[in-house]
């Protein structure tokens, strides 16, 4: 594997581990984070550069001291006032109207930078909910990426 995305949840906490590991296996390290915003909406943001890193660090912090120790609150206005730079991958639970909203919003505040998750689930149902994605990708003119939707390196992790 010649490169990993880490994306925490409303933290950059595991980076140094992962930097510390990717330099010994020498797999690219693609920093990330994962921020569940107050409405409901999941994206994973990614920045591209050293100023687009640091914009992701003012937005987590804003978000951490409205929260509080352990927690992140966070709006949509947030992460467009504080998203240059980043890449902006919407993560959706179910293709209906509110995504297809979410899915302009993210092009307009994201333009080209803005993606849309494709995770296989395993589920009935997974071939039609991932046309029927595709097909709001494609109408609101946003770029869809796969992924595997790991969510913990040992099954020992999983919350139970």
């Not at 906490?13 to 990330?32: F, P, W, Y």
């Not at 709001?136 to 390196?153: D, F, M, W």
Request: with cysteine.
């Amino acid at each position: 594997m010649p490169a990993l995305g880490i994306a925490d949840r409303n933290s950059l906490a595991g980076i140094v581990r992962a930097h510390q590991q990717a330099v010994e296996t020498g797999v690219r390290l693609v920093v990330g984070c994962r921020l569940d915003l107050r409405d409901g909406t999941v994206l994973l943001v990614y920045p591209i550069g050293r100023a687009a890193y640091a914009q992701l660090c003012r937005l987590l912090t804003l978000g951490k001291g409205r929260a509080g120790k352990g927690k992140c609150d966070l709006c949509w206005q947030d992460v467009a006032t504080h998203g240059q730079g980043l890449l902006a991958i919407l993560v959706p639970d179910a293709a209906d109207a509110g995504l297809a909203a979410s899915l302009r919003r993210l092009r307009q505040g994201f333009g080209d930078r803005a993606y849309l998750v494709f995770t296989v689930r395993h589920r009935p149902g997974d071939v039609v909910r991932l046309r029927e994605l595709a097909d709001l990708a494609q109408a609101a003119r946003v770029s869809t990426v796969a992924t595997g939707g790991v969510l913990y390196h040992v099954p020992q992790r999983r919350i139970l």
